[in-house]
C-alpha cells in the first residue's frame, strides 16, 4: 500500500503508533510535531533507516492559521501529494466549569476541532485529485462527558460531529471516518492507581488497550474501507456498553 500520509501529532503515543504500522505497510509518513522535536527526528531517522526518503517531520503550531497552511503546503509537495489525513494532534487536561478560563476554551477548541477542520479545507482539493481519505482520532468521551472536562468533550464531539458531515459533504471524493479510542494510555498528567481501576472496572475486556489497537483501528479505514465513509469506529474494549 504506497499512500503519503500526513499525521498531526506524530511524535509519540498514537500518532507514533499509527506512523510506525502504516510505514509498515509501504506508507510515506510526513510526521508533524508541535514541540516534541527529538521524538519526532528520532522516529523519521528510525523509519528512514528501515526505507529511504519514506519519512520526514514538518514542525508547527496548527493554532496559527499560516503555520497551518505552511504545514499543509509542505505536505502537499511531498512525495507529489498527500493520499491521507490523520487528525490525531490533541490537547487535554481538566477545565472545571468554575475555573475554566477562555484561553482554556481557545486551546481545546482550536486544537480538537478548529485546526482538524482548517487543515482538511487546505487539504480537500489535494486530497479529492488522488481518491484520499482522512481520519479523524475522536474520544468515546465525545458521546459520554467526562466530569471536569466540559471542553474537552465539546470539541471532541464537534469533531464527530465534523466527520458525518465531510463525510458527505466531500463524497464521493474523499472518504472520511474516525476512530474513538476509550482507555489507550493513560493521561501524561498522572492518573491515581484507584482512579485507573475504576475505569478499567466498568471495561468489559478488563484492561486497558494500547497505540498499537489504534493504530490497526486506522489502517482499516486507510486500507481496507473503500466503501466506508462518515462512521465513527470505537476501540474502548467494550466501555461504551456501559453508561
Request: aromatic share 6%.
Amino acid at each position: 500500500m504506497k499512500k503519503n500520509v500526513l499525521i498531526t501529532g506524530a511524535a509519540k503515543r498514537i500518532g507514533a503508533a499509527c506512523a510506525r504500522l502504516l510505514h509498515d505497510q509501504g506508507c510515506n509518513v510526513l510526521l508533524h510535531y508541535k514541540s516534541s522535536k527529538q521524538e519526532a527526528s528520532q522516529l523519521c531517522a528510525e523509519l528512514n533507516l528501515k526505507r529511504c526518503n519514506s519519512a520526514k517531520v514538518v514542525q508547527g503550531n496548527l493554532l496559527d492559521m499560516k503555520a497551518l497552511d505552511a504545514v499543509a503546503q509542505f505536505a502537499l509537495s511531498s512525495w507529489g501529494g498527500v493520499d491521507v489525513l490523520i487528525n490525531n494532534a490533541s490537547s487535554f487536561y481538566p477545565t472545571p466549569i468554575a475555573s475554566i478560563k477562555e484561553g482554556q476554551w481557545d486551546d481545546l477548541l482550536g486544537s480538537n476541532l478548529k485546526v482538524p477542520f482548517f487543515l482538511i479545507k487546505a487539504l480537500s482539493e489535494g486530497l479529492a485529485k488522488r481518491q484520499g481519505c482522512i481520519v479523524n482520532i475522536v474520544d468515546i468521551h465525545a458521546e459520554r462527558g467526562l466530569p471536569d472536562h466540559s471542553a474537552y468533550c465539546i470539541a471532541k464531539a464537534g469533531l464527530a460531529a465534523m466527520t458525518k458531515i465531510l463525510g458527505k459533504e466531500l463524497a464521493p471524493a474523499i472518504r472520511v471516518n474516525a476512530v474513538s479510542p476509550g482507555a489507550i494510555l493513560w493521561p501524561e498528567s498522572g492518573l491515581s492507581n484507584q482512579g485507573k481501576d475504576e475505569i478499567l472496572q466498568r471495561v468489559p475486556l478488563a484492561r486497558c488497550g494500547s497505540p498499537e489497537d489504534i493504530a490497526r483501528a486506522v489502517l482499516y479505514l486507510v486500507k481496507d474501507a473503500d466503501y466506508v465513509t462518515g462512521q465513527i469506529l470505537a476501540v474502548d474494549g467494550g466501555r461504551m456498553l456501559f453508561s
